[in-house]
């Protein structure tokens, strides 16, 4: 497989987003960099579990999260999880979930650079 070369965020977009307000943006990264790595556990915990409903729930509000974000590939594999719980797939839900955490690894070092 190749390397992935969509930018993980735009940040222009970002900023449009958040009406060019330095402090409402350092906002609300600070508040996506606290949550999302809690709900991708959370997710794992759910999927080890056997509860895709939960997982259904957890990846759904993260993939509204990372729209909100500009994180247009971690919406993107957020939504895969999604729809591979929802339709009752959990060992498909498990490589979302890989596919997801790879996304948000790439994605949280980028947020930290927007508050540094």
């Not at 070369?5 to 307000?21: F, K, N, S």
């Not at 609300?28 to 259904?56: H, K, N, S, Y």
């Not at 959990?90 to 596919?99: H, M, S, V």
């Amino acid at each position: 497989m190749t390397a992935d070369l969509t930018p993980i965020l735009d940040v222009a977009a970002l900023e449009r987003q958040t009406g060019g307000d330095v402090g409402l943006r350092r906002e609300i990264v600070q508040m996506f960099l606290e949550d999302c790595p809690q709900r991708i556990d959370a997710i794992g915990v759910a999927l080890a579990q056997g509860d895709l409903t939960e997982v259904v729930s957890s990846s759904h509000a993260l993939k509204g999260s990372a729209a909100y974000m500009k994180a247009s590939i971690v919406r993107e594999r957020a939504a895969d999880l999604e729809t591979a719980a929802r339709e009752g797939r959990p060992a498909d839900a498990a490589a979302r979930l890989d596919e997801l955490r790879a996304a948000v690894g790439r994605l949280l070092p980028e947020l930290e650079k927007l508050i540094a």
